[in-house]
C-alpha cells in the first residue's frame, strides 16, 4: 500500500503567524490529496484537498501546494486563530480507492 | 458535505462479547467505506475496506475473523467485534466515499472500552 509521512507531529504558533504541515508519499500512482482537520473526541472534516492535475489551491486562509515529481504536498494556513488549534492529517489515495493517512500534526495557536 | 451517522457513540463491553457498530451513509450512497481504528493521539489507521455487495478488503494484520465486515446496502456497513478483549478497545471510526470524486467523509466514531 501506500507510505505517508508527515512533519512536524507538533507545531505551536503565534496568533496571526502562519503553520505549515509537509506530508511525503511512496507511490506515483497516488492522485488525490486531501488535509482533515480533527477536534478531541470528534470526527475528522475535510479541510481542502488538491488533485495531482493542480500544483496549488486556495481557501481563504488555506492552501495546499503538491510537488508531484518529489512525492510531497504541504497545507498552509495563514493568519492562525485559536481555533485552528487540532490535530490536522494528510491524506493519500491508493489505487483510486484506499485512503492512507499522514501520522498526524497537532497544531496549537498561541493566543 | 455529506452526512455519514456511526453508532453506537460509547460501548462498554464486557471480555468474550461481541460489539457491533453501524455506519450509515445519510443522504448518499456510498459505494465503499472504509473502517479505521485510533488510539489516543495517534492516527487513523486503516482496517478494511468494504465495498458493497462483496467481501472486505482486510489490511496487513488485521484478523478478519475477529473484526466482521458487512456492507450489505449502498447505505450501511457494520463492523462487528467478536469476542472482544481489553487490547480491542480503541476509538474506531467510519468512513464513506462520495460517488466517484473520491471525497471521503467521517461518521462520529465508537470509543468501544472493553472490561
Known amino acids: 500500500g501506500e507510505n505517508v509521512e508527515q512533519h512536524p507531529s507538533t507545531l505551536s504558533v503565534q496568533e496571526g503567524d502562519s503553520a505549515v504541515i509537509k506530508c511525503t508519499y511512496s507511490?506515483?500512482?497516488?492522485?488525490?490529496f486531501p488535509w482533515y482537520k480533527q477536534e478531541l473526541g470528534k470526527r475528522p472534516q475535510l479541510i481542502i484537498d488538491?488533485?495531482?492535475?493542480?500544483g496549488e489551491k486556495k481557501d481563504q486562509r488555506i492552501a495546499v501546494t503538491l510537488n508531484k515529481t518529489a512525492k510531497h504536498f504541504s497545507l498552509h494556513i495563514t493568519e492562525t486563530q485559536p481555533e485552528d488549534s487540532a490535530v490536522y492529517f494528510c491524506a493519500a489515495i491508493y489505487a483510486g480507492n484506499q485512503f492512507y493517512f499522514g501520522t498526524g500534526t497537532s497544531l496549537t495557536v498561541i493566543p | 458535505g455529506a452526512v455519514v451517522s456511526q453508532h453506537p457513540s460509547r460501548v462498554i463491553c464486557k471480555s468474550g462479547t461481541s460489539v457491533k457498530i453501524e455506519c450509515r451513509s445519510l443522504d448518499f450512497q456510498a459505494t465503499t467505506m472504509f473502517w479505521y481504528r485510533q488510539f489516543p493521539k495517534q492516527s487513523l489507521m486503516l482496517m478494511a475496506t468494504s465495498n458493497e455487495g462483496s467481501k472486505a478488503t482486510y489490511e496487513q494484520g488485521v484478523e478478519k475473523d475477529k473484526f466482521l465486515i458487512n456492507h450489505a446496502s449502498l447505505t450501511l456497513s457494520t463492523l462487528t467485534v467478536t469476542s472482544a478483549h481489553p487490547e480491542d478497545s480503541s476509538f474506531y471510526i467510519c468512513s464513506a466515499r462520495q460517488g466517484a470524486d473520491e471525497k471521503l467523509f467521517f461518521g462520529s466514531g465508537t470509543q468501544l472500552s472493553v472490561l
Open positions: 507511490d506515483s500512482a497516488s492522485n488525490y
Open positions: 488538491i488533485r495531482s492535475n493542480v
